[in-house]
């Protein structure tokens, strides 16, 4: 029997009682959360989920009376071994023999697609998503808008992946426009090829601030812009500075991600837009949608009454286009080439994606709001490294590592580690993911190491050790044979209660995947961990298997010693 099977059998007969397809019950009946106070029933019915015009008043009393009548109209079997009624609810509680085989032999044998093959994704249709996510800006700061972009868009990716959908990375780089005039003057001036082959990054960075400060001279903006316009004209010479600049930096880029254990598909940019930008603005004037100011800029308008009250700047005075025209063109390149069904921005820019969504409304149904998806984030305020601001995601990445190595060091507990520098990287990294993940993508946080970075309570550092210390136990005790295993001895209140949780994770996959927010798979693994677990190999097993599974969505490496 497989563990999803129990909500398609309690589905089946309820389905014969009330009369209602098996289908449109098996989203009502949800595995019950472990709480402190221990729960007997391991799945429940809603009756208000169920009733047919669930915006009718029900007074609580009613959904009481109606739960008790169904649970009578209901009968135990081989599967289901108790049926009582809650406040509104029906409760369920599974035969605990079947339970406890069931849920560890799906565990073993779905490995890492445990929970993806339930039943509650049978009727999601599988898409193509492209998700845009990171997009620094060449010889700019990565500053934490962009982390934060990276860990998300990752988790997205993962998830979306896991859940069997096809799935197209892309990061958009900041590879155009007036600073890339500025650079290529600048380099003219202060650049130094080896260093920008042997650290693209930093050194096209400090090549930008130093050309900044001469930026008020009438000679270098007047050098810069020139620089600019034969890019823009494709000059074969200024174009392979451009390139070298690009390609160096996303060479870079590729190593320092790796690091983070992300990738892309894809590293597109601004600068692929250049003559589809003009598409776009064509398009838009065949629509009638393009309107002249008197300064002579085209926009559009995106006001309700049409009194061009809010209006979007689509077009310069000379007939150039601008950042918001080349991101419509961007969208409209994307759809021509990967066909997509659902296209996701992970971006920080709320104003800019409010009059984007709107503009893009204007190209067809492919553009509509459900197929393009935008997930903000919050800000984080106060991550400093000891060097002082971040700069670069490497100074982050760096802090990280040599604060959790310190940390690691002085903990008596920590054993003679194979790779202790590898182990303090992969340890800091999941204490970072967990703190940005641990609430609403939404809100903003205030950062703080010794926070993120304790040992103790909801941080990363604690799974990673949960997931260690499972692992070490394995290690110990052989691995069991699943076929050996005598599950009287699961049958104690605590392993019932990881066994239940164990059930919950199908669930938990589910809500994140329908909003996208991460921190329902971090407290279902955070909870995961302090759910006590008696001494059943088995069990420890299963446990490790799914808390790897879950900390690998969330981008994290799980460790096997630390
Ligand atoms: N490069 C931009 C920035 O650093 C983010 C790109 C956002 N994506 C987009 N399609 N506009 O702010």
Same mark, same amino acid.
């Given at each position: 029997m497989a563990a999803g099977s129990f909500r398609r059998n309690i589905a089946s007969q309820l389905s014969k009682v009330l009369d209602l397809p098996p289908e449109n019950l098996i989203k009502s009946i949800s595995a019950v959360p472990v709480s402190k106070k221990r729960h007997v029933a391991d799945f429940q019915l809603s009756i208000a989920s169920i %009733? +047919?015009?669930?915006? =009718?008043?029900?007074l609580a009393q009613d959904l009481h009376l109606q739960a008790q009548q169904l649970a009578e109209r209901l009968k135990c079997d081989s599967v289901v071994s108790e049926i009582s009624a809650g406040p509104g609810t029906v409760n369920f509680t599974i035969n605990r023999e079947l339970l406890a085989k069931t849920v560890l032999q799906q565990v073993w044998k779905d490995g890492s697609e445990y929970g993806v093959k =339930? +039943? *509650?994704?049978?009727?999601v249709p599988r898409q193509k998503a492209v998700v845009e996510f990171s997009s620094p800006n060449i010889a700019k700061k990565f500053h934490i808008g962009h982390l934060r972009s990276t860990l998300i868009g990752n988790f997205i990716a993962n998830l979306k992946v896991a859940l069997g959908h096809e799935v197209v990375r892309i990061n958009? %780089?900041?590879?155009? /426009?007036m600073q890339f005039g500025l650079l290529g003057v600048g380099f003219q001036s202060f650049g130094n090829k080896e260093k920008l082959k042997s650290s693209p990054l930093q050194h096209l960075f400090e090549v930008y601030v130093q050309i900044n400060k001469s930026a008020e001279d009438e000679n270098t903006k007047k050098l810069a812009k020139d620089f600019f316009r034969k890019l823009e004209e494709h000059d074969e010479q200024t174009l392979s500075i451009w390139k070298q600049f690009r390609d160096l930096s996303i060479e870079e880029y590729i190593r320092i991600y790796k690091r983070l254990g992300v990738h892309f598909d894809e590293y597109s940019g601004e600068s692929f837009y250049q003559e589809k930008a003009q598409e776009v603005l064509k398009i838009l004037e065949d629509k009638g949608l393009l309107q002249k100011t008197v300064k002579g800029t085209g926009v559009v308008d995106l006001s309700e009454k049409k009194d061009l009250s809010t209006v979007s700047t689509v077009m310069r005075s000379d007939g150039t286009s601008l950042y918001i025209t080349r991101d419509l063109a961007a969208a409209i390149d994307r759809m021509n080439k990967h066909s997509w069904d659902t296209m996701i921005y992970v971006v920080t820019l709320k104003k800019h994606c409010k009059c984007f969504s709107q503009l893009k409304y204007? @190209? /067809?149904?492919?553009? =509509?709001p459900h197929r393009c998806q935008h997930v903000s984030f919050g800000l984080i305020q106060g991550m400093k490294t000891r060097r002082g601001e971040?700069? @670069? *995601?490497e100074d982050v990445l760096n802090e990280v590592r040599s604060r959790m190595l310190q940390n690691m060091t002085s903990t008596k507990t920590t054993k003679e580690l194979q790779d202790p520098v590898e182990t303090a990287e992969k340890v800091g990294l999941a204490a970072l993911i967990i703190q940005d993940f641990r /609430? %609403? *993508?939404?809100s903003d946080y205030q950062f703080c190491w010794d926070r993120a970075l304790q040992s103790r309570g909801d941080t990363g550092v604690f799974l990673q050790y949960t997931h260690a210390r499972l692992h070490s136990l394995e290690q110990m005790h052989g691995n069991a044979e699943l076929t050996d295993v005598n599950v009287a001895c699961l049958l104690e209140p605590d392993a019932i209660s990881v066994l239940q949780h164990l059930l919950r994770y199908d669930e938990v996959l589910y809500r994140s995947s329908q909003d996208l927010q991460p921190k329902h798979i971090v407290s279902y693994l955070l909870t995961l961990r302090t759910t006590p677990c008696s001494a059943r190999l088995c069990l420890f097993h299963a446990a490790r298997s799914v808390l790897a599974n879950g900390m690998k969505l969330l981008g994290i490496t799980p460790v096997t010693q630390m």
């Open positions: %009733l +047919e015009d669930s915006s =009718s008043d029900c =339930s +039943e *509650l994704f049978s009727t958009y %780089l900041g590879d155009w /426009g204007n @190209f /067809g149904p492919a553009a =509509s971040v700069i @670069f *995601l /609430g %609403l *993508l939404s």
